[in-house]
């Protein structure tokens, strides 16, 4: 269960710094004058809310079990 729960903040973690660096690159992408009128800076990249929901959960819930029961990451 230790190990379940450590696998859970890592992951959780993990997924935050790479959802707060994706928001903070989208921003900038939007204030550069070659890319600030692109379609897919302006309707892809910025759709991604700071808020955290349900389908973020379902993501790190998901990757935690693929984690948990892989071979590739083994916590002894």
Same mark, same amino acid.
């Not at 269960?1 to 959780?12: A, E, I, P, W, Y």
């Not at 935050?16 to 204030?31: E, R």
């Given at each position: 269960? &230790?190990?379940? &729960?450590?696998?859970? =903040? =890592? #992951?959780?973690l993990?997924? @935050? @710094? =790479? /959802?707060? !660096?994706?928001? %903070? %690159?989208? /921003?900038?992408?939007?204030? $550069?004058?070659?890319?600030k009128?692109? $379609?897919? %800076?302006?309707? +892809? !990249? &910025? =759709?991604? *809310?700071? /808020? $955290?929901?349900?389908? *973020?959960? +379902?993501?790190?819930?998901?990757l #935690? $079990? !693929?984690?948990?029961?892989?071979?590739?990451?083994?916590?002894?």
């Open positions: 269960m &230790l190990r379940f &729960l450590l696998l859970l =903040v =890592v #992951v959780s993990i997924y @935050v @710094v =790479v /959802k707060y !660096l994706y928001i %903070v %690159v989208s /921003k900038f992408l939007k204030h $550069y004058p070659y890319t009128d692109n $379609y897919i %800076v302006k309707n +892809i !990249l &910025l =759709v991604s *809310d700071t /808020k $955290y929901s349900f389908i *973020d959960f +379902i993501i790190i819930m998901t #935690v $079990y !693929l984690a948990f029961y892989s071979n590739f990451f083994k916590i002894t």
